[in-house]
């Protein structure tokens, strides 16, 4: 079994800092893309920003500039480093990655549990 665990979320000023992390744990045999989503109440699910296995990135328009998506392979850990957070930054922030398992070999999706980051005015 596969599973993402998230820490580093909570309430924080405007212009305030707060970095994310996220650690795979269980039978992995390699690691695609990671990235980060968030969900805002009322409103659908979003990318945030993704990496890949590689080191490219990318990031949504409304984070471009403040928030750094980062990993380490070794630690199988994907970190969002969220600078000069805003109001409208707060949302529940998802982990998502993709594995390849073995035994037998093939592809799986996971998500993480979540956790709250408040930004508040």
């Known amino acids: 079994q596969v599973q993402l665990v998230e820490s580093g979320g909570g309430l924080v000023q405007a212009g305030g800092s707060l970095r994310l992390s996220c650690a795979a744990s269980?039978?992995?045999?390699?690691?695609?893309?990671m990235g980060w989503y968030r969900q805002a109440p009322g409103k659908q699910r979003e990318l945030v920003a993704a990496i890949t296995s590689g080191g490219s990135t990318k990031y949504a328009d409304s984070v471009k500039g403040r928030f750094t998506i980062s990993r380490d392979n070794a630690k199988n850990t994907v970190y969002l480093q969220m600078n000069s957070l805003k109001p409208e930054d707060t949302a529940v922030y998802y982990c998502n990655a993709e594995f390849i398992v073995p035994a037998p070999y093939r592809y799986l999706e996971v998500w993480g549990q979540g956790t709250l980051v408040t930004v508040s005015s």
């Open positions: 269980g039978s992995i045999f390699s690691i695609n893309a």
